[in-house]
Nanobody, 125 residues
Framework: VQLQASGGGLVQPGGSLLLSCAAS????????VGWFRQATGKEREAVSC????????HYPDFVKGRFTISRDKTKNTIYLQMTNLTPDDTAVYYC???????????????????WGQGTLVTVSS
């Protein structure tokens, strides 16, 4: 199982950014996948999870309405569309999965076992 995240960068407050995560070693039709982040000095936290077999998503309250997770089966790629970004969204973002979790809620709550490398998102003027 490998996950390769990309798309991070510098964006102004109020701006948008699209993160991508190329998956290999498994297909996006069974396990849950998700995005997590870790800001400097803070614990890693879940920002969005998706059950790939039924398309049920889970978001924590602090990103609802701003972040959207999706996946393209043909490209075996996971996406995180982020809008209305604030400086508090500055963090290293990781895509992740756990082949033992098919529930988006379980993945976001219990955490994954397979992590990709992170991509840095900086929100600053």
């Amino acid at each position: 199982v490998q996950l390769q995240a990309s798309g991070g960068g510098l964006v102004q407050p109020g701006g948008s950014l699209l993160l991508s995560c190329a998956a290999s070693g498994f297909t996006l039709d069974r396990p849950a996948v998700g995005w997590f982040r870790q800001a400097t000095g803070k614990e890693r936290e879940a920002v969005s999870c998706l059950s790939t077999w039924n398309d049920i998503t889970h978001y924590p309250d602090f990103v609802k309405g701003r972040f959207t997770i999706s996946r393209d089966k043909t490209k075996n790629t996971i996406y995180l569309q982020m809008t209305n970004l604030t400086p508090d969204d500055t963090a290293v973002y990781y895509c992740a999965t756990d082949l033992g979790h098919s529930s988006s809620y379980a993945l976001c709550t219990n955490g994954p076992s397979n992590w990709g490398q992170g991509t840095l998102v900086t929100v600053s003027s």
